[in-house]
Nanobody, 123 residues
Framework: QVQLVESGGGLVQAGGSLRLSCAASGHTFSTYVMGWFRQAPGKEREFVAAISWSVGNTYYANSVKGRFTISRDNAKNTVYLQMNSLKPEDTAVYYC????????????????WGQGTQVTVSS
């Protein structure tokens, strides 16, 4: 059974930083793209960033480009999202996902999802 477990969310002031982690187990993700999505209250889930597992190509939403960095540790089957210069509009539940075939794939292409971790940025 595939499992994705996020951690690292919390409350931070605007301008601060957080690092989210997503630990994958139950499958070898060497050929899968992994991504981060977020959903704010009353809004649809939106793409944040994605990374290919074997090559390390990355892709970012325009709203986070230059502030967020996605990376992965293949040995630990873990993907990270380093979030700097956080803004109140970054407040959302952040979800890790796996199983897409391209970094530009939509959310519907991801096969596996974590339970989400709350990120709250205060002004």
């Amino acid at each position: 059974q595939v499992q994705l477990v996020e951690s690292g969310g919390g409350l931070v002031q605007a301008g601060g930083s957080l690092r989210l982690s997503c630990a994958a187990s139950g499958h070898t993700f060497s050929t899968y793209v992994m991504g981060w999505f977020r959903q704010a209250p009353g809004k649809e889930r939106e793409f944040v960033a994605a990374i290919s597992w074997s090559v390390g190509n990355t892709y970012y939403a325009n709203s986070v480009k230059g502030r967020f960095t996605i990376s992965r540790d293949n040995a630990k089957n873990t993907v990270y999202l380093q979030m700097n210069s956080l803004k109140p509009e970054d407040t959302a539940v952040y979800y890790c996902a796996a199983g897409a075939i391209a970094t530009t794939s939509p959310s519907s292409s991801y096969k596996y999802w974590g339970q989400g971790t709350q990120v709250t940025v205060s002004s």
